[in-house]
């Protein structure tokens, strides 16, 4: 088992910035491709950012590529999201997760039924 509890999330203005942390315990880190989702009101969740166990291999959704970023700190057991240029659009619940088997494939980190564990997810709201 995988515990991940999200942090960092908050009220910003659209052009803000805000970096997500998400902390995992229960098993060695380094075994998991970390990876960021969002879900807004009404809407489906959806794939941000994934990076793989060794920070090496980063994906990203089209629509936050050049303004927002993955990494990981191994040695904390910490997987990041540094986001800059935030939209209104932006808003919603992010969650962190977390998966075993790896790929190279960005369809594979892309789809919720890939991941293994989940955070409980921190809330960001952008305003206009």
């Known amino acids: 088992q995988v515990q991940l509890v999200e942090s960092g999330g908050g009220l910003v203005q659209a052009g803000g910035s805000l970096r997500l942390s998400c902390a995992a315990s229960?098993?060695?880190?380094?075994?998991?491709?970390m990876g960021w989702f969002r879900q807004a009101p009404g809407k489906e969740r959806e794939f941000v950012a994934a990076?793989?166990?060794?920070?090496?291999?980063?994906y990203y959704e089209d629509f936050v590529k050049g303004r927002f970023t993955i990494s990981r700190d191994n040695a904390k057991d910490t997987v990041y999201l540094q986001m800059n240029s935030l939209k209104p659009g932006d808003t919603a619940v992010y969650y962190c997760?977390?998966?075993?088997?790896?790929?190279?494939?960005?369809?594979?980190?892309?789809?919720?039924?890939?991941?293994?564990?989940w955070g409980q997810g921190t809330q960001v709201t952008v305003s206009s």
């Open positions: 997760a977390a998966v075993g088997p790896h790929s190279t494939d960005k369809y594979y980190y892309a789809n919720p039924l890939s991941w293994e564990y």
């Open positions: 229960g098993r060695t880190f380094t075994y998991y491709a």
């Open positions: 990076i793989s166990w060794s920070g090496g291999s980063t």
